[in-house]
């Protein structure tokens, strides 16, 4: 299994952010509309990285159901080749350094002023090392494109030989390997999902 471990780590953290949301509630000013917009640029991290893990398991080579030929699964298998995938997770990269810049001009010196020092401390964790440039969470990124380029080359590798069945059984062990992280990904949505809910209650943002 790739070893994603921020994403994990991440969905862990947020539990600290939900520890503090009443006192940043008491002292919402312009950065609670700033964590928002953060929080919705993780989403944007957690769907790019989700999507393409999808567009890999969904695929299926049953004849009677896939597309003649099977070109439209070949085509699929081909665009995590070469540079059209690392293009695609560079969508995730650029939230990552919007997020670090976020923290950085609006949201350390609210926590600061909202949290004790501990608490802000956390926040400062949660944001600046887990999604700057020389992140883990860039790391996760590159490693989760590493691991579908791997298994996606492998899988049309049996295409190509016309073993189907072998093809089938390679998508189902890939779905099983990588549910612990899609788990920690849905996990993390949920909670950025009830995060976001309580705070756009009392945001300026209409």
């Not at 030989?161 to 788990?183: F, G, H, M, Q, Y």
């Amino acid at each position: 299994m790739p070893d994603l471990t921020a994403i994990s780590d991440f969905s862990a953290r947020l539990q600290a952010m939900e520890a503090v949301k009443n006192r940043l509630l008491n002292d919402p000013g312009p950065g609670l509309d700033m964590l928002l917009t953060a929080l919705e640029e993780v989403s944007t991290v957690c769907d790019t990285i989700d999507r393409e893990i999808s567009n890999y398991l969904r695929l299926t080579f049953d004849p009677q159901i896939a597309s003649p030929g099977l070109q439209k699964e070949r085509d699929v298998l081909l665009t995590f080749e070469g540079n059209q995938l690392q293009a695609r997770m560079l969508e995730a990269k650029g939230s990552c350094h919007k997020i670090t810049n976020i923290y950085q001009v609006y949201l350390q010196n609210w926590f600061s002023q909202a949290l004790d020092p501990p608490d802000a401390n956390r926040m400062g964790e949660l944001f600046q090392m887990l999604w700057g440039s020389d992140s883990r969470m860039f790391q996760d990124i590159d490693i989760a494109a590493g691991w579908l380029a791997a298994r996606a080359r492998a899988t049309l590798d049996l295409l190509d030989d016309d073993k189907l069945e072998e093809a089938t059984r390679s998508i189902r062990a890939a779905r099983k390997e990588i549910n612990p992280t899609r788990e920690a990904i849905a996990g993390a949505r949920k909670q950025m999902a009830d995060l976001k809910n309580t705070f756009i209650s009392v945001s300026k943002i209409t």
